[in-house]
C-alpha cells in the first residue's frame, strides 16, 4: 500500500526532546515501512525516517525558533507538497488538526485524520459542524465524549515499539513526573503527593512560555521542598533509565487528557502508574494491576504506599499486549482498508 503520513512541523519526526504527536507518527512511519509498505513522510527536514521524506522547511520550527508567522508559511508549503503528490497515494493520513480539511474536501483522495489533540474547545463544534464528512480517527473513546457524532472510522490507541525501553524487574526509591509543565499536567499536585508519602520526587518537563507563570508563582517555589528535584526537559535517550528507575510514575492531571503517553512509556519500563480518574485514564490503566487510579491527594498517597503490590512484570506485559506500535499499526491499516473500499463517499 503506498501510504502518505503527514506530520505537524513543531517538533522533527521523531521529536528530539517533547513532541507527542511527532513521536506517534514515527512509530507508525516506521512500522509502516517495516512491514513492506511504500510510506511517505512529511514532516520538518531534521526529521529521521526510512520513509521517503519530502519537507517544506529544514529544520522543526520550535528548534528553529520560528514564530506564529512562519508556522502559516511553512505549513502552508506543507499541504502544497502534500495534494502535489496527492494522487500518487492509496491513502493520506494527516496528524495535522484541521488545516488540511477545506483542501481535502476538494480532492478525490482516500484520507484520514488522527485528533491527537483535546476537543473541548468551543470553537470545534462550529468547525466540524462544517466539516461533518471529514473521517477522523480518535486515540480514545474518552476523547469523542464532547464531540461524539464526528464521522469517526474507529479508535486507536498508541502503541511504541517493544524493543525502545527495557524492562526494569525493579524500581528505584523515587517517584517520577514526566511530561509539561502546566496546570492541567499537575505537577504542583505531583510535589504534594510526593511530599505527604515522604518520597524523593525527580521531575522531567518541558516549560512552555504559556506556562512560565504558573512555573514562576505555583512550581518554583515548591521546588524549595526536601526530596524535589527538577532535572528539566530530557531526550528520548534519558526516558528509559529515567522511567525504568521510578518507583512509580504519578499523573495527576486535571483535564480530560486525550490519551497520555508518558503512561505506556512507564508501563513499558514496568513502571506502575498513578494515575487521577480523568479522561483516557481507566482505559490504560487497570486499577490495582498495572497501577492506581486515584481521586484527590489522600488516595494518591495511599497508592504510594500500596504501590509494591503492582507486578512490574504485568505492567510490561499489558504494555507489549495493548500498547505495541505493531498493534497500533495494524489497527490503522485495518481502517485504511475500510476508508479504500469507501472512498467515494469520503470525498463526497
Not at 509498505?37 to 522543526?60: M, Q, R, Y
Request: net charge neutral.
Amino acid at each position: 500500500m503506498k501510504i502518505a503520513q503527514v506530520a505537524p512541523l513543531y517538533e522533527s519526526v521523531p521529536p528530539k526532546y517533547y513532541g507527542g504527536t511527532e513521536r506517534v507518527v514515527s512509530y507508525l512511519t516506521e512500522e509502516l515501512v517495516k512491514m513492506g509498505h511504500d510510506v511517505t513522510l512529511f514532516a520538518s527536514g531534521d526529521s529521521k525516517t526510512n520513509a521517503k521524506l519530502i519537507s517544506p522547511v529544514p529544520e522543526s520550527l520550535r528548534l528553529a525558533h520560528m514564530g506564529a508567522e512562519e508556522s502559516v508559511v511553512y505549513h502552508t508549503l506543507l499541504l502544497e507538497e502534500v495534494f502535489k503528490h496527492a494522487k500518487s497515494f492509496d491513502i493520506v493520513h494527516f496528524h495535522t488538526d484541521c488545516i488540511h480539511f477545506p483542501l481535502a474536501r476538494r480532492y478525490s483522495l482516500p484520507h484520514v485524520t488522527t485528533l491527537h489533540g483535546r476537543l473541548d474547545l468551543p470553537c470545534l463544534s462550529s468547525l466540524y459542524k462544517e466539516f461533518r464528512e471529514m473521517p477522523v480517527v480518535s486515540i480514545s473513546n474518552s476523547q469523542r465524549a464532547l464531540l461524539p457524532r464526528l464521522n469517526y472510522q474507529g479508535t486507536v490507541y498508541h502503541g511504541l515499539p517493544k524493543n525502545l525501553y527495557n524492562f526494569h524487574k525493579k524500581g528505584g526509591n523515587y517517584l517520577a513526573f514526566l511530561g509539561r509543565i502546566s496546570p492541567e499536567k499537575g505537577p504542583d499536585r505531583a510535589i504534594k503527593i510526593a511530599r505527604e508519602a515522604g518520597i524523593e520526587l525527580k521531575i522531567a518537563a518541558k516549560i512552555d512560555k504559556a506556562d512560565q507563570v504558573y512555573f514562576n508563582d505555583v512550581v518554583k517555589p515548591l521546588l524549595k521542598e526536601p526530596k524535589i528535584e527538577y532535572i528539566g526537559e530530557i531526550g528520548e535517550k534519558e526516558k528509559g533509565e529515567f522511567l525504568g528507575n521510578a518507583l512509580a510514575l504519578l499523573f495527576p492531571i486535571d483535564w480530560s487528557e486525550p490519551f497520555g503517553m508518558v503512561m505506556i512509556e512507564a508501563l513499558a519500563c514496568g513502571t506502575p502508574v498513578i494515575a487521577y480518574r480523568r479522561g483516557s485514564v481507566p482505559e490504560i490503566i487497570e486499577d490495582g494491576v498495572n497501577g492506581f487510579i486515584v481521586n484527590d491527594l489522600k488516595s494518591a498517597v495511599n497508592a504510594v504506599k500500596n504501590i509494591e503490590k503492582i507486578d512490574r512484570k504485568a505492567c510490561r506485559l499489558i504494555f507489549e499486549r495493548r500498547f505495541s506500535a505493531s498493534r497500533m499499526a495494524h489497527d490503522y491499516l485495518k481502517i485504511y482498508d475500510a476508508i479504500i473500499g469507501t472512498d467515494t463517499d469520503i470525498a463526497a
